[in-house]
């Protein structure tokens, strides 16, 4: 499976930006998908992922309500609508696939199979 993520770029405070995952592949209905971040100087954390189905989603607690994680399978694209955007949220954003991730590891980027490149978000007025 190959990864690309994109739909960054430089908003402002409160703005909304939308990033999109697509994926090669015909088995990527069978991917659990996540979405993970890097700030500078910082370590990389999970951001939000969703399970291959579309049953269930997660989210870090401070996204919960601005953040959406969605799949189209048929697209072989997993998107991530990010709303009332906070200057704390500037990060390249990166996109995971895992085969076989439960409930408890899908915060987990070691979990992950494959990585797309980042997508470069800015938050700043």
Not at 60 to 81: C, E, P, W
Not at 84 to 100: F, M, N, Q, V
Not at 110 to 123: C, F, I, K, L, P
Request: aromatic letters at 12%; one cysteine or more; charged letters at 20%.
């Amino acid at each position: 499976v190959q990864l690309q993520a994109f739909g960054g770029g430089l908003v402002q405070p409160g703005d909304s930006l939308r990033l999109a995952c697509a994926a090669s592949g015909r088995t990527f209905s069978t991917y659990s998908v996540g979405w993970f971040r890097q700030a500078p100087g910082k370590e990389r954390e999970f951001v939000a992922a969703i399970k291959r189905n579309g049953g269930a989603t997660f989210y870090k607690d401070s996204v919960k309500g601005r953040f959406t994680i969605s799949r189209d399978n048929a697209k072989n694209t997993v998107y991530l609508q990010m709303n009332s955007l906070k200057p704390e949220d500037t990060a390249a954003y990166y996109c995971a696939a895992g085969k076989s991730l439960i409930t408890g590891s899908m915060t987990d980027g070691n979990q992950y199979d494959y990585w797309g490149q980042g997508t470069e978000v800015t938050v700043s007025s």
